[in-house]
């Protein structure tokens, strides 16, 4: 995909070193897989540099393979060069582990597929009530992977670029943002002109493009989230300097 070198007044990365971020991968390892494989090969062919990969957030529900998604991630975490921001399915997930009426709300927004990811049995789960099925959850989701997600970030921040899972609150600082706005706001934030301190990577709001605004000269916000699950198209975006470039990996 598309490639940028803009002047000196667009954001920029510290010198040495090389930023990657993943858009909402939503269960489907086979994307995440080959998207990892093509990230690794872009990165051979540059220079050495401090190389770190951001996921956004929304690791799981509605695909298929949202346990492999989190292992995968687990496992590229442990090496050292990955960084996992929670989205807001990871707090609902979270929540429903103990909450039936959580549970509930959970199974609505593609929390079954999480669910069945894991190795319950589809008999017990069609005949679970609501506390039966938080039981299953705790004698099926290994504990690394609850550890794993529970501590993920609510953000990051790499030079003139602030990585979140939905956006922020204009107006407020980085510092004085609620969880709730950084996992799950999209207005006033998706139509707000900027500037913001930061130039803001995200994922949660679902376009069938790239969306960079308020132009790709001098971003204020830049969203990858081109709907997986559904699309079969996951984006991720590289960042050096005040370079900036995308790779995609589509899958049927």
Not at 37 to 62: N, Q, S
Not at 97 to 124: C, Q
Not at 187 to 198: D, I, N, T, V, Y
Not at 235 to 252: H, V
Request: hydrophobic share 40%; net charge negative.
């Amino acid at each position: 995909m598309g490639r940028s070198r803009d002047d000196a007044s667009a954001p920029s990365v510290p010198a040495g070193q090389r930023v990657y971020a993943i858009g909402d991968i939503h269960g489907r390892l086979d994307l995440f897989d080959a998207l990892i494989a093509k990230i690794r090969a872009d990165d051979a062919t540059r220079p050495a540099a401090e190389t770190t990969i951001v996921l956004l957030g929304d690791l799981i529900d509605r695909g298929p393979d949202s346990a492999g998604v989190v292992e995968r991630a687990r496992e590229l975490s442990q090496a050292g060069d990955m960084r996992a921001i929670i989205g807001n399915h990871e707090e609902m997930f979270l929540r429903a582990l103990g909450d039936p009426d959580a549970l509930r709300h959970f199974l609505k927004v593609g929390g079954k597929e999480t669910i069945l990811s894991y190795p319950v049995p589809n008999e017990a789960y069609r005949d679970a009530t609501l506390d039966e099925l938080c039981a299953l959850l705790a004698q099926y989701v290994p504990d690394e992977h609850l550890a794993y997600l529970r501590a993920m970030e609510t953000h990051v921040v790499i030079g003139d670029y602030l990585f979140v899972h939905a956006g922020i609150k204009p107006g407020v600082d980085i510092a004085e943002q609620s969880a709730r706005d950084l996992r799950w706001i999209r207005e006033p934030f998706l139509s707000h002109p900027g500037p913001h301190s930061h130039c803001i990577v995200h994922g949660h709001t679902i376009r069938e493009e790239v969306e960079i605004l308020p132009s790709p000269k001098r971003p204020h916000r830049i969203g990858i989230d081109t709907g997986a699950y559904s699309s079969g198209r996951l984006t991720a975006i590289g960042l050096e300097a005040r370079e900036r470039w995308f790779i995609e990996a589509a899958l049927p």
